[in-house]
């Protein structure tokens, strides 16, 4: 059903319960998890993204899913839209809230944004959301 699950990653509880997610879709459909980090500016650290990452990729081999990464700067929701057609990713799982400074509080902006303009389907996952991990 599913080949390639893309996963937008800061590191934020919400994107490692979503990953866990993911891991464990993957598993169940022997598909790829392509894990995507996406700086918002020149500005902001890439190390956070790069740790989260690095995360997604041990606990993803640790169960024998096959993985892969990308960090990609831009606006946040337009990233990870485009990165579906780029990763021909076939579902996204993402957190429904991120670290971001205003992005946090409002309602699932990214979140939202993704789900209404993604081509394929969106699973978003909160942090209080009963997933596998």
């Known amino acids: 059903m599913y080949e390639t699950i893309l996963v937008p990653s800061d590191g934020s509880p919400e994107a ?7 891991i464990e879709l993957a598993g169940h459909f022997d598909a790829t998890v392509h894990g995507l980090f996406v700086a918002e500016s ?3 650290p890439t190390e956070r993204g790069e740790r989260a990452l690095d995360e997604l990729r041990a606990r993803a081999e640790e169960r024998g899913v096959a993985v892969e990464t990308s960090v990609r700067e831009g606006d946040p ?10 990763v021909g990713a076939d579902l996204v799982v993402m957190g429904t809230h991120g670290r971001s400074g205003v992005e946090r509080i409002l309602i699932g902006s990214v979140a939202e944004r993704v789900v209404r303009t993604s081509p394929v389907p969106v699973t978003t996952v909160g942090l209080n959301d009963d997933v596998s991990r």
């Open 16 to 22: 490692e319960r979503a990953a866990g997610h993911a």
């Open 42 to 44: 020149d500005d902001e």
């Open 77 to 86: 929701a337009a990233a990870v839209v485009d990165a579906v057609e780029d």
